[in-house]
């Protein structure tokens, strides 16, 4: 049995970037906006000393919210297997943009990419007690992506499966 907990950083909050998918062969090739939303679910075995599982605030959630920003906020997204990324990385070279390279730029990426960042910062704050469980990440209200870990199922399993045989 775990603890499971949810932060939603939405997309009214307003993390506006800019991102091409340039494989698609249809106008999300082209550079077009989302303000990006982010839905995470932590879990962790034990609760810390006030009962949380993470603070959703400054004290926990907040360097996720920190590195969110640093990612999505008036950002352009490159992917690094775009063949125009030397034309892209110019622009932030001319200083009209703020390009930060990631591994791909469709959803179910960014739904990655945050996952493991995330979980990186969780871990570390709470000496593994605590880890992420999936992200989601969403254009808008209609598409989102789901990135959640094999190993965090396992974790959960085997947690579930430990409370059964101990009763
Ligand atoms: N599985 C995915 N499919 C698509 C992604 C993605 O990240 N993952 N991204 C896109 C486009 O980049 C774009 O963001 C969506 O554009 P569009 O095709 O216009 O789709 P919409 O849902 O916004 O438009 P409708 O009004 O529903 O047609 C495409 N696919």
Redesign the pocket.
Same mark, same amino acid.
């Given at each position: 049995m775990a603890h499971l907990s949810t932060k939603t950083y939405g997309n009214e909050r307003g993390l506006s970037c800019c991102s091409r998918?340039w494989a698609?062969d249809?106008? #999300?090739s082209l550079l077009?906006g989302?303000s990006f939303g982010f839905r995470f679910v932590f879990a962790a075995e034990q609760l810390d000393k006030r009962g949380w599982v993470l603070d959703f605030g400054k004290g926990g959630f907040g360097k996720i919210r920190d590195w969110l920003h640093e990612m999505f906020d008036h950002s352009l997204l490159v992917a690094e297997d775009d063949p125009e990324r030397p034309a892209l990385e110019a622009l932030g070279e001319r200083g009209i943009a703020r390009v930060r390279v990631v591994p791909g730029?469709? #959803?179910?990426r960014m739904a990655e990419m945050t996952f493991h960042k995330a979980d990186e910062i969780v871990r570390e704050a709470t000496g593994g007690r605590c880890w992420v469980e999936s992200v989601e990440c969403s254009?808008?209200g209609?598409?989102s992506?789901i990135y959640r870990s094999t190993r965090a199922v396992a974790r959960l399993a085997e947690s579930d499966r430990l409370h059964e045989e101990l009763g």
């Open positions: 998918q698609a249809s106008d #999300c077009h989302y730029t469709s #959803c179910e254009e808008h209609s598409n992506a």
